[in-house]
Every structure is written in C-alpha cells, then in structure tokens.
C-alpha cells in the first residue's frame, strides 16, 4: 500500500494501514521513538502523550491479559522457585470489541444534506471498508481510551484514504475543551528494506514550510512559536511529512511530498473517545478506557475462571494400579523395569511393592458449581463497571432468545451508555466525512457542498427498530409526520429526494401529512340542512363505522371520531409506499357522511323521548 504523500513516482511498503499491525522496538508493539519526540519538542510543542503514556501502556497490557498478574513466580515448600501462568479469557479485549460491534456495523449510514455527497461516499465506503476499519479503531479507542482517522493523499493518482491510529501513535498538538485542532501520527513503514518513523502533522496553515534532511533537530528555532504555526495562512488545513532512521537521522525518500493544501478547511483527522470523562490526567486531550475503573472486575474474572479451569483440571479420576499388572522388559543391564502407560499420562499411577487392591480408583468431588456461581457474579460486576449493564454477560439468562425489545426493556443501562457513545462517534465520523469530500474536491471531483452530515446508526439488536418503523408510519397516517420525513429518517435521503419520492409514492402520499386531518375535518363534518356526520376509521382494517347521526330540533349536531383515526398498517415495505397507497384508498372509500338504517331508528328513540 502507498505510504506517505506520494507524488506518484514510488510507492512505499507501509508496516501497518494506520497501526493496525504491531510493529516497534521490541518488534511486537510500536511506541512513539524517542527522536521523533524530540524533533517535535524542537519545534515548540510540548506532548500531552507523556503524560497518559503510562496508564495507556497499563491498559495495552489488560488489552493483551500480559504483565504480572498473569505470568509469575511461586515458590513451593521447599524453596524452589517455579513459573505460574494464570489462565485468560481477554476480558479487557471481550469488552471492547462488544462495543465495537454494538456502535458500528456494516448497516451504518453516513447522510448529506445533497443526495449527489450520499451517494459518493456510500460508493467510497464500499470501495474501501471504511466500516469494517472504522470497527477497529472503536475498538482500540475504548480500549487505549484515544484513536483517531486521518486522511492520507496520494496525489499523484488521485487519491485519498483515511487510516486509522491508537492511542500509542497519536500526538495531539493543539487543543482546548472543544476539542484537537491540531495532531500528529507516527507511525513505522519500511522502504528500500529499512525500517522508517513517518511523523505526519496535520496543521492549521503552514504553507510553504519545507523541512530539509539537513537541518539539525531546533536549528533554526526561537524559544517562541513555531515556525509551523506561524505562517500567515490559516483558512486550510496541510500536511507536513517527514521521516527518521532507526538513528533518528531525517530521511527524506524520493516521491513523498513535504507539505501538502489538501484544501479543506476541517481537520483533516478525527479523534475518537468514550464518551468518559478522562480522571486520571486533567485537562487532558486523550480520553480514558472504557474499562480504566473495571480492573479489579478483569482480576476476579480471570481468577475465577483460572480457578474453574484449575479444579477441572486437578479433578480427573485417578487410577493406582499395583504392580502385578504391569509389564515388565529387561533395560539392558540384566535389571527389569516397569512398561509405563506413557510419560503425558497423569491419570494411571503404580502402587510400588503392592498385591493387594490390584485396582483402586480415586475420584475427587468437584466443587464447579460454587465456582460457576462465582465465575457468574465477577462478570456481571465487569459488564454493570462497562457500561453494558449487570445482565449482558450473565451466563444464566442465555437459555432463550430475546427481541429487541425485550433486551431494550430489560437493560435500560446498555441503552443510555449507547446512546452517549453515539452521539460522540457521530461527531467524529461527520468531520472527517467533510474533510475528505473537501480534499477530492481540491483532487477535481465533483461534488456539491455536503450541508448537514449525519449519520444514522444499526441499533436492530438492541431495539426492535421493525416497530420503530411501524409507529412512524402510524404517525405519517396520523398526519404528525410527513412522508418525506419518514423516508429521510429510515432511508437517509435528503429533502429533495425524499419529497420526490413520497411523491411518487402516490397522488395523496405527499399529502398525508399534519395537513390532511384539518382538511378531512373541513370536508366531511358539515352537514347540510344540520345534519351530524360522524366518522371513525377501524384500525387494521380501514373501513368506516356509522357513528350515530341525527338532526336537532332546529340545531346543529356535528360529531368526529378523532380518536380512532389512526391506522394501523400491517408489515409493509420499509419506505412506506404501499401503506400511502393503502391509506389513500381507504380515506376514499370511507369519509363519506354515514347514512344507513340505524339513523332513522335513533331519530325515532329521540321523538319518543321528547314525546314522553
């Protein structure tokens, strides 16, 4: 894959599509080197990244069930000293891919305010996995508490992707309680089989600023601002690359450009974070693990099950056999020696100088079921310190399947912790929608301004969206909601598509709306000659039911059934246009006013009464 901003001319092997390999001095994870902190620090900024560097190593380890808690050393009853491994799950790992599936999936839709942008970055998307990426870096941002998008460009063949960064490799440059302004990624690529630090700043300005491999690291620079900051230019954001040896030499390889307009006037990254206040560094631009205050809920987790595995393990019938029932074979020096069963096998064991009990068997009670109950307490403690709330992970309410609406009722928890990390993740995916339609704008492409941009999440696991659908069409027939609404909610279109096709729909669908009960009202509730028109509309069934009709002596009766005027639809297509057509049929055939044989008979109980 291309690395860098290439002009075309070369293509560079990157280690990793924005971090997602771990690559690093260690050769198994990747940290941000110490010479590209220093080159950074020359150029007057000062890194927040040192500051949470520890507790985001702390939770890498959770992530990864390595460190202390699971590899250590005991010491038996004679002092002899031996490696323990405890056994794992990856509770810290379970927790934050459940949450990477529950905020993203493949049904996600990103919506303009111009159909043109929807349809262009709905055919990006698939192109490129945008989504299935974008679940990672959820992922690893709940986990390290910070990752990021980034566009990268390559100029030459007209490109523009978005990678994606943890928090080990993003270096917020610029920022205040709104948020990052200004960043920077590192990250490790490999070109002419040398491994390289790419550092790429995404400014603010910075035009014309070119870093040569010549300069010393701060030559050049004031104790003041930096010499990247300070540039006249601030309407569009740029990208400034450069790149380090293994030494901390700058390298500067052919076809990778210094600085480059991507011409947008967003940032042209996004960070992405719980929705969780950071406490463990103040005033911090990085965010917090979902599971920073769940640590000892992972400890009890990985105990218990170490623990259940553990008895199993140790409960294993043994066999003590005597040694009549062996065979025996001569080792060479006259002497003779007992045929084991096998070296692996610990179940079979010889009673040596033994003839009776040829033999015994020994079976230990298991104890897995107090363990079980336990094993079951420790998680529901780390899904309700999660955010999933105490019955997600329960082992016990699993036995049957439930709906949407059963979860949605029974975990109201999960839902409002959702509902918070949406609101969050949308903002981030919005803006670097903006910036990368903005930078295939500057590569001349065609495409109109984007307006509002939001995105429309799959939450049909957890909420029975089916009945969503179904209660926004009874509101459409209701006329608290218009159809083009309805089709701009579910379907992600803009105003424009979404009244055209509500008006294709039908001849009364684009009608049906808060206009149409008024005009119904108007139309068929006079009655002429004071005569009383009473209407009520069945629901399911879209026929009309004769209300009680009668003229007054000499008054004016009029009645309206306006509490059975919603209609229900049955399950009809997701955009609604079969219930229009239904809707529009049934108001035709049956707001009439109502005549029949009972109106006769109540005008004559009515004179009876006035008679008596």
Sequence with gaps: MSFGLCDGRVQWACSDEAGGGPMGVNEDEYWVPEHVREWLRSLGFSLPLEDMEPHIRAW?????????????????????????????????????????????????????????CTDWLAAWMARTGFLA???????????LGT????????????????????????????????????????????????????????????????????ESLGEGVGAGSSRLTDDASEGTYRIVTACFDRDGNRVEPEGVCPVYDTGSVWPTFSIVKPAIDNTRVDMSPYGQSVFADAVDAIQAVDLCYDA?????????????????????????????????????????????????????????????????????????????????????FDLENVGYVKTAT??????????RNIRRHEHALEGAIAGICRA????????????????LVRVTFDDSIITDTTAEKRQDMDEVAAGLLEPWEYRAKWRGEDERTARRGAA??????????????????AQYT???????????????????????????????????????????????????????????????????????????????????????
């Design 504 to 521: 294709r729909s039908g001849p009364s669908a684009a009608g049906l709306g808060r206009r149409r009960p008024d005009r119904a009202a």
């Design 406 to 415: 059963e979860v949605s009722a029974d975990n109201s928890a999960l839902m």
């Design 308 to 392: 259940l595995m553990s008895e199993i393990d140790n409960g294993k019938m043994r066999v003590f056999l005597s040694d009549v029932v062996f065979d025996v074979e001569r080792d060479g020096k006259g002497g003779r020696v007992s045929i084991p069963f096998g070296k692996a096998d610990c179940t079979v064991f010889r009673k040596v100088m033994s003839t009776e009990d040829t033999i015994h068997e020994f079976a230990p009670t298991l104890r897995t079921e107090a363990q079980a109950r336990a094993f079951r307490v420790a998680l529901q403690t780390l899904g309700d310190l999660c955010g999933f709330g105490i019955n997600y």
């Design 436 to 451: 990368l339609m903005a930078a295939e704008r500057r590569l001349g492409v065609e495409l109109p301004d984007e307006g």
């Design 147 to 214: 990752s990021a998008w980034a566009l990268w460009v390559d100029a030459g063949a007209g490109e523009v992707r978005v990678r994606r960064y943890d928090a080990r490799m993003v270096v917020p440059l610029t920022w205040d309680e709104e948020g990052v302004t200004e960043c920077a990624f590192v990250t490790r690529a490999f070109w002419r089989g040398r491994a390289v630090d790419q550092v790429q700043l995404h400014l603010k300005g910075a035009g014309g600023t070119f870093f040569s491999p010549g």
């Design 60 to 116: 890498d380890r959770w992530m990864r069930a390595l460190g202390d808690f699971y590899d250590y050393r005991d010491t038996d009853g004679v002092g002899r000293v031996y490696e323990v491994h405890r056994r794992s799950i990856h509770p810290a790992m379970r927790v934050c891919r459940e949450w990477g599936s529950l905020l993203l999936n493949d049904r996600t839709q990103v919506a303009c305010g111009d159909q043109a």
């Design 133 to 143: 990426s974008a679940q990672e870096c959820v992922v690893r941002a709940f986990g």
């Design 526 to 612: 006079a009655g002429a000659g004071g005569a009383a028109v009473g209407l009520a509309l069945a629901r399911g069934t879209g026929r009309a039911r004769a209300a009680r009709n009668g003229a007054g002596a000499g008054g004016l009766r009029t009645t309206l059934d306006a509490q059975r005027t919603a209609v229900a639809a049955p399950r009809m297509e997701a955009d609604g246009s079969t219930f229009f057509s239904f809707f529009s049929s049934a108001v035709k055939a049956t707001l009439r006013p109502s005549t029949g044989p009972r109106a006769p008979r109540e005008a004559a109980g009515r004179e009876h009464v006035k008679n008596s």
